[in-house]
């Protein structure tokens, strides 16, 4: 039975992890970093924006409408306080400060299991089915959702909470049942939330509840604080995070172990080791025992900033401080030893931890190597873990051969992974569909097609169904190998061979069908993927609208992105813009501006990049004054300009000699966003057309500096003269050079010295020269 907390009690927790670990040791390296945070999970928080687009269509929604439980996330989203201090210390020093009482007897006042029953409950699944229809809600909706409310008991709430995919979801859902009439959030429900919200980075919700829970008279343990603390910590602000101690000593709530044991995990997760121990000697002083938790975290820390010898002190050191380490203290320094492949000295950890502390090696211990060097790599070490734990007795299951199969094939040595799945069937371990998948995705990814086909067929033989995984490598190794029509013809007969595609496969088969061209069929079976109801996402229509714009087809390409844009795919102004691309490089600069309406209409802004395409296009047709009014809007509504965009300004205006208007408008965008080089580009590109007295005009602007690149910008002008006979023009830009402390070319300058003495003016060509002598330049490396 499923059962899950509120963990408010550190101490206890951290032995459920432990006993967890050893029941599910094929988790034992997260583990690690799960007993560190106790009951604030590690959990990496890299979907955080699943379900994103969701929630933006639901927000449009209920935005029309005016109700819903959508609106108060926009409220969520506040300015954070800033600290008065720059020094985090200050917070910290609230611990020594208190007058703590680690002792006291405090009532567990959000201590609760939901039983799987719950979850299941009628009531909670049709809430849930409610929010599932959220994009379609009406108000009768509302009401049926309204009058759910106010049967649920608590740990029923707490369970729809629980329910939803997206975290974000689950705060809506809870300020919009915060606000009815007749219902009041029960003290676990906040609990819960808060909960939900510390394995997220949505740190400014997680305060605002607890804001609400201040508000409403609940009681704000420093579990409530913790919480909030450690979202604070995945979403990188760390300052924002310890500033919760000082709200807590405002609050008048008296730090605990388990706050304390959070600080720690916090400090370490920021890379603040340093801090962190000292905030353990600050414990002490306040009469806080540090326990295994505690010391866990400082050993990971110790681990993370590759210190394996001062985590290996400190374990040597617990016993002395009355908390001998336990297995995890071992797992976490043999699993960074393991990346490091340093095995004599992994083997001399199990060696102390039999010796000092009295830990036995066991089956958990095995796997926790064998997982650990064959996620690195270090394949032949695993298995020789592997037969070591077999020849003491331990039996190791087929999840730990598919790891070392795993890293067999990663490692392209498919052979050693045959031979290893071999081997498992004469000790009785069959492999599963994990490790046959790992053995066909290797066969694909060097290009053996036959021999992964032929796996496919020997699992089925030995009973073990290919699932949609299994499928998906080999259509992705086909399709890689120039297959994808075989490809294709899978998909479609799959209901046959009992497996169903999934957006991954779609996916790689559209852009396998789009790499070969067959630009048709990717469109085709991107529809079909749509209709089955698995949205491309906007890197993916991209990647084939580009495609087709390569093709000239641009209006297939514009076609196919208003689909995609009425079937619901996440379009962004990526998509948009390349259409537009399209069309300029083709010449529809009429297709291109409709395009840019379109935008308009479908609420999706163009950034810079799209206006300095179309800015490009009409520039080179010549339609200056539209482009102007182009670049014009882009700075009214905000946008800055990317170099590109000054590049492609330059050279349309200088193509064209309309140097007044050019600077006009450079002006505007300086303004906006000042670029250190634009003169130089404008003089060098004045020189390529041909245009040196506008050039010569800008120099001064460019010698303001007197860099490197000012004096390349000068070589430039003075070669155009030379090459145009004007040397005497050459030597005046040599002179500025100087009268500016920047050194010209001197080769160069023998060139224009030579060209005055044709001219017959020796008097500039020995004052050149003189000039080099005045500043060092010997006569013997002149070549004249």
């Known amino acids: ?312 002190e400190l374990i040597a050191e617990m016993p002395s401080k009355g908390c001998p380490p336990d297995k995890v203290s071992y797992y976490t320094v043999m699993a960074f030893l393991c990346k490091d492949r340093k095995i004599e000295e992994v083997k001399r950890l199990m060696e102390n931890m039999y010796r000092n502390s009295n830990l036995i090696p066991d089956q958990v211990t095995y796997n926790t190597l064998i997982h650990a060097l064959s996620k690195h790599g270090h394949a032949d070490e695993a298995l020789a873990f592997l037969r070591e734990a077999e020849d003491k007795g331990f039996h190791i299951d087929k999840v730990g051969y598919s790891a070392v199969v795993d890293s067999f094939c990663k490692n392209k040595r498919i052979d050693d992974a045959k031979s290893l799945v071999i081997d498992m069937y004469s000790r009785g371990c069959n492999p599963d569909v994990v490790t046959y998948t790992a053995i066909i995705d290797a066969f694909c990814r060097v290009g053996k097609i036959d021999e992964a086909k032929k796996m496919l067929q020997q699992m089925c033989k030995h009973g073990c169904k290919p699932n949609t995984v299994s499928y998906t490598a080999l259509l992705n190794g086909l399709c890689h190998n120039g297959k994808s029509l075989e490809a294709r013809e899978m998909i479609f007969i799959s209901e046959e061979h009992w497996w169903t595609p999934n957006a991954i496969t779609y996916s790689a088969v559209m852009h396998g069908l789009r790499r070969e061209g067959k630009l048709s069929e990717a469109c085709d079976l991107s529809r079909e993927m749509i209709e089955k109801g698995f949205l491309p996402n906007p890197v993916e229509i991209n990647l084939l609208i580009q495609s087709l714009c390569q ?118 965008m300086l303004v906006r966003q000042p670029f250190r080089t634009v003169y130089n580009q404008v003089i060098e590109k004045l020189c390529n057309f041909g245009n040196l007295e506008e050039a010569e005009k800008l120099l001064g602007k460019v010698l303001r500096t007197a860099s490197k690149l000012d004096a390349k910008t000068c070589h430039v002008l003075m070669e155009n003269y030379l090459n145009k006979g004007i040397a005497i023009s050459a030597y005046k830009v040599a002179c500025q050079m100087f009268r500016r402390n920047l050194i010209p070319d001197l080769k160069l300058c023998e060139k224009v010295t030579k060209k005055l003495v044709l001219d017959g003016k020796l008097v500039e060509a020995d004052n050149l020269m003189l000039r080099f002598v005045e500043r060092g330049l010997q006569k013997n490396e002149m070549h004249l």
Not at 53 to 79: L, Q, R
Not at 553 to 574: D, F, R, S
Not at 583 to 608: E, T
Request: hydrophobic content about 40%; proline content about 2%.
């Open 551 to 668: 093709n000239r087809n641009v209006i297939g390409a514009k076609k196919y992105l208003e689909e995609c844009l009425h079937k619901g795919c996440a379009i962004n102004v990526v998509n948009f813009t390349t259409v537009i691309h399209g069309f300029c490089q083709i010449g529809d600069l009429d297709a291109a501006l409709s395009v840019l309406d379109d935008m308009y209409l479908s609420n999706k802004h163009p950034d810079a990049i799209t206006y300095t395409a179309l800015f490009d296009a009409l520039g080179k047709r010549g339609r200056l004054d539209e482009a102007t009014e182009l670049i014009v809007k882009m700075l009214g509504k905000g946008l800055v300009p990317t170099p590109v965009t000054y590049r492609a300004v330059i050279h349309r205006f200088c193509q064209w000699q309309r140097v007044d208007d050019m600077m006009k408008l450079l002006e505007k």
């Open 1 to 312: 039975m499923a059962i899950m907390r509120l963990k408010l009690n550190h101490y206890l927790l951290g032995k459920a992890l432990a006993s967890h670990f050893c029941a599910k040791h094929f988790q034992c390296i997260v583990l690690n970093l799960h007993s560190v945070s106790c009951s604030y999970s590690t959990t990496n928080f890299e979907a955080q924006n699943k379900g994103k687009s969701n929630t933006e269509n639901f927000k449009d929604s209920f935005g029309k409408v005016g109700f819903g439980f959508s609106a108060s996330v926009n409220d969520d989203v506040e300015e954070e306080e800033n600290g008065s201090s720059d020094d985090d210390d200050e917070s910290l020093e609230f611990i020594s400060s208190s007058n703590c009482n680690n002792n006291k007897h405090r009532e567990n006042i959000a201590r609760f299991e939901i039983d799987e029953s719950e979850f299941r409950h009628p009531l909670v699944r049709e809430v849930c089915r409610l929010i599932t229809l959220r994009s379609t809600w009406n108000p009768k909706f509302e009401g049926n959702l309204r009058h759910l409310l106010r049967s649920l008991k608590p740990p029923l709430v707490c369970a729809v909470l629980r329910s939803q995919v997206d975290e974000r979801i689950a705060l809506s859902f809870f300020y919009w049942a915060d606000r009815q009439w007749r219902y009041r959030h029960d003290t676990i429900v906040y609990y819960t939330m808060l909960d939900i919200l510390s394995k997220t980075k949505l740190c400014q919700g997680a305060r605002r509840i607890l804001r609400l829970m201040t508000r409403r008279g609940i009681e704000c343990t420093p579990e409530a604080f913790g919480y909030v603390m450690v979202s604070y910590s995945r979403a990188g602000k760390l300052r924002n995070a310890l500033q919760l101690l000082t709200l807590m000593q405002k609050a008048g709530v008296e730090p605990d172990l388990s706050i304390c044991n959070t600080v720690i995990y916090v400090l370490v997760k920021g890379d603040k080791l340093e801090k962190a121990l000292r905030f353990l000697e600050r414990m002490q002083v306040a009469g806080i025992k540090p326990n295994i938790v505690t010391y866990n975290c400082l050993i990971k820390g110790y681990c993370d900033l590759h210190r394996i010898y001062d985590a290996m």
